[in-house]
């Protein structure tokens, strides 16, 4: 089995600092909770790993397929409880392709394919969770 590891570093008040694959991220609060708003708060990050982990997927699957689309979003909507410890219930993937005829048999089995295969994100939240998606097609 393979491991992982991040660490962050305590900067000061709120905010931290961590390391990922060689990258620095500043994690912060709000200015309402004693932080600085200096970065993104890590609830939102576990909605930004769904988004990459399932986009590279997609991505990744349909230059395979040898389909082009002109433009690729991945938006991830999660409902979180009111109450400590404040967590997520649901989370909802958009997948959102733009292009003129885009083959829709082709974007859904790329889709699929990360959503039941090969995104860990998505197998492990929904374990947890519930997770839905949507494709949305733009037409250029």
């Not at 932080?35 to 997609?58: F, I, Q, S, Y």
């Not at 409902?79 to 400590?84: A, C, G, S």
């Not at 392709?97 to 083959?103: A, D, E, H, V």
């Amino acid at each position: 089995m393979a491991k992982q590891q991040v660490k962050i570093n305590w900067l000061e008040n709120m905010a931290f600092s961590a390391e990922v694959n060689g990258h620095k991220i500043i994690l912060d609060a709000t200015e309402n909770v004693g932080g600085e708003n200096r970065g993104p708060r890590p609830k939102p990050l576990m909605l930004t790993a769904l988004a990459g982990c399932t986009g590279m997927d997609v991505v990744s699957i349909l230059k395979k397929m040898r389909v082009n689309v002109d433009g690729f979003n991945v938006y991830v909507e999660g409902d979180l409880t009111e109450e400590h410890p404040k967590q997520f219930t649901q989370m909802h993937v958009i997948y959102e392709f733009k292009g003129k005829n885009l083959p829709v048999e082709k974007l859904q089995k790329a889709v699929n394919l990360s959503e039941e295969r090969y995104c860990g994100v998505s197998a492990m939240y929904r374990k947890a969770i519930g997770l839905t998606s949507e494709i949305r097609i733009i037409e250029n």
